[in-house]
């Protein structure tokens, strides 16, 4: 299995890896046959599974698709890495990925952008590009990707796989490469809801190692994400599920095929049982200017430890010490990562920190709110888009970083909120240009509802 993932990977025009090493790799294979052998293998023993490039792993080069850790090799593996390896699983490599997790596009990486496996002239989507892309292009079974405003969601919606971003606190960011720590969460992306729950059977549990991670006593205990999966299908296996469908995400600017895709997606489910119910996220608008502020806030205080001493690139020639960091900066990061680091640093200043920061948690909150008067009496999940389009021509936004902020519009309120969502492939987009590529439904629980998505979503596929 190792060997037919690894020359198709070889075959591969994608640009979805970074890094393979195929001697290590199979002697994980190797490892992994013993563990048949002597009676000690699991459900995903010797499976293959690649990982984002955000992951540290041992064996590989760990680069977050920068120039700044162009090199770098993590002296231990990220825990997510870590228990699938306990697990017997097999490492095919590293993902390509935007520049630390930057991005709705995976054109900001600085190793290349990444080929939509349905069409090859548009996009994967961003940031976990060449995670939805390998899978897609049958180059890996099971990949990891992390989501801070939608990355794991939206390129399983542009390349037409299933992807699911948990609770925020319930996978361990301990390895993981840190973009906007109150925002960032690891999560599986594989082709079905079936395999999702196969792979975040071994991703939660609580991490001493990470501070935000939540324990098992508040409700982040280990479970069988796959128990509800084998209920023999009933004729109506969602009967009495209500389903929110918020009128905010069908407003202007919802792509006429996508929306045709997702309402006929939501027809399938009343046949499955579910009723819809209209429901209202006010702040939905919101969620875009609060974002690009907070993360970006948060990232300006990540990022400020790549500084050309401890870690990674340093330029080769410089005067003094300001002189070394100006230059290592401004030449280990792309331009969306300097952005970024200049808007957060901006919203952290003095003076206008209560402007912009404080005034942003302020909103984060209500739009976490907003949520919560959805699911106590009116749904118990929300149905929608993911993204406003299906996938964009490679280059045709590259320039232009607010067109890609706002084709977040979708997922950011999610994120902000902690709550758990995927994705799953219900169509294509219509018109001949976009009739390969693929739209995803977002499905959108409260807090801990993981296994009630995976099992709606399984209804379905
Ligand atoms: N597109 C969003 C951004 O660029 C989300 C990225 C992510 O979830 N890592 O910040």
Redesign the pocket.
């Known amino acids: 299995l190792t060997r037919h993932y690894l020359d198709r990977i070889a075959a591969s025009q994608h640009n979805a890896f970074l890094h393979v090493d195929a001697e290590l790799s199979l002697a994980q294979a190797k490892a992994a046959d013993a563990r048949f052998a002597e009676g000690s293998a699991g459900a995903l023993t010797g499976i293959p599974i690649a990982h984002k490039d955000i992951f540290v792993t041992k064996g590989w080069r760990s680069t977050a698709a920068s120039k700044m850790l162009g090199n770098y090799v993590s002296p231990f593996d990220a825990t997510v890495v870590t228990k699938f390896g306990d697990a017997g699983m097999v490492t095919l490599g590293k993902l390509n990925c ?1 520049e630390f ?4 596009a995976n054109e900001n990486s600085a190793f290349g952008a990444v080929k939509n496996p349905w069409d090859t002239l548009a996009v994967p989507g ?2 976990s590009g060449g995670s939805a892309a390998a899978i897609a292009a049958r180059l890996a079974p099971a990949a990891t990707g ?6 794991i969601r939206q390129p399983a919606a542009f390349c037409g796989i299933t992807g699911i971003k948990p609770t925020y606190g319930r996978v361990s960011r301990f390895g993981m490469i840190a ?1 906007a720590s109150s925002l960032d969460q690891g999560g599986p992306m594989a082709r079905t809801a079936e395999d999702c729950a196969l792979l975040l059977n071994e991703m939660v549990g609580f991490d001493e190692r990470d501070s935000t991670s939540l324990t098992a006593e508040q409700g982040n205990a280990r479970e069988d994400f796959t128990r509800e999966l084998s209920k023999p299908p009933g004729q109506k296996p969602l009967l009495g599920l209500r389903i929110g469908v918020p009128k905010e995400y069908f407003g202007e600017g919802l792509a006429q095929d996508v929306e045709q895709a997702v309402r006929a997606a939501l027809d399938e489910f009343v046949k499955l049982g579910a009723t819809l119910v209209e429901i209202s996220l006010p702040k939905t608008s919101l969620s875009i200017p609060v974002y690009y502020i907070i ?1 970006p806030a948060e990232a300006s205080s990540n990022l400020s430890r790549f500084d050309g001493v401890r870690y990674g690139y340093r330029t080769p020639e410089y005067k003094d010490l300001q002189d070394m960091y100006k230059k290592t900066r401004a030449e280990g990061f792309g331009k969306e990562v300097q952005r970024r680091i200049m808007v957060g640093t901006y919203v952290l200043c003095h003076g206008y920190y209560d402007a912009y920061y404080v005034q942003a948690q302020k909103i984060r909150r209500l739009i976490a709110d907003d949520f919560q008067a959805a699911f106590k009496d009116k749904c118990d999940v929300i149905m929608g888009p993911v993204a406003p389009t299906v996938a964009w021509d490679l280059g045709a936004k590259s320039d232009d970083p607010v067109a ?1 902020y706002l084709a ?1 519009i979708f997922t950011l309120s999610t ?1 902000l909120a902690g709550l758990p969502g995927m994705s799953i492939p219900v169509g294509f987009g219509q018109g001949e240009k976009n009739a390969k590529r693929p739209v995803g439904l977002q499905i959108i629980g409260n807090y801990f509802a993981e296994a009630k998505l995976l099992n709606i979503a399984h209804q379905y596929q």
């Open positions: 935007d997790a930057m991005g709705s961003g940031s992390t989501d801070t405003g939608g990355s973009f993360a890609n977040d994120s």
